[in-house]
């Protein structure tokens, strides 16, 4: 199992970013996918998860309605598409995946996530 994330880079306030992770050794059916960031001195939180077996989605408080996660099947590759990027915005983003038939916490909790790619870095200049 891996998960590649890219897509990351400057941009200035109010600008847009398109994150991709591209999953290997798995198919998206019956996982959850989510991004999650840890900017400089902060706790890694979930910013966003796509359940394709739930067909759910979930978004942090601070990024719904500037944020939108998707999925292409064929691709293997779930999108975080960002708008109105904020300085506040600026992390490290990671994907990670856990299978969603496994009964337990789930995503936005980072302890749920068993498998992470690298991370890349989205840096809001005001």
């Known amino acids: 199992v891996q998960l590649q994330a890219s897509g990351g880079g400057l941009v200035q306030a109010g600008g847009s970013l398109r994150l991709s992770c591209t999953v290997s050794?798995?198919?998206?059916?019956?996982?959850?996918i989510g991004w999650f960031r840890q900017g400089p001195g902060k706790e890694r939180e979930g910013v966003s998860c796509i359940d394709n077996r739930r067909r759910t989605t979930y978004y942090l408080d601070s990024v719904k309605g500037r944020f939108t996660i998707s999925r292409d099947n064929d691709k293997n590759t779930v999108f975080l598409q960002m708008n109105s990027l904020k300085p506040e915005d600026t992390a490290v983003y990671f994907c990670?995946?856990?299978?969603?038939?496994?009964?337990?916490?789930?995503?936005?909790?980072?302890?749920?996530?068993?498998?992470w790619g690298k991370g890349t870095l989205v840096t809001v200049s005001s």
């Open positions: 050794g798995f198919t998206l059916d019956n996982y959850v």
């Open positions: 990670a995946t856990r299978n969603a038939r496994r009964v337990g916490s789930t995503c936005p909790d980072p302890a749920s996530m068993d498998y």
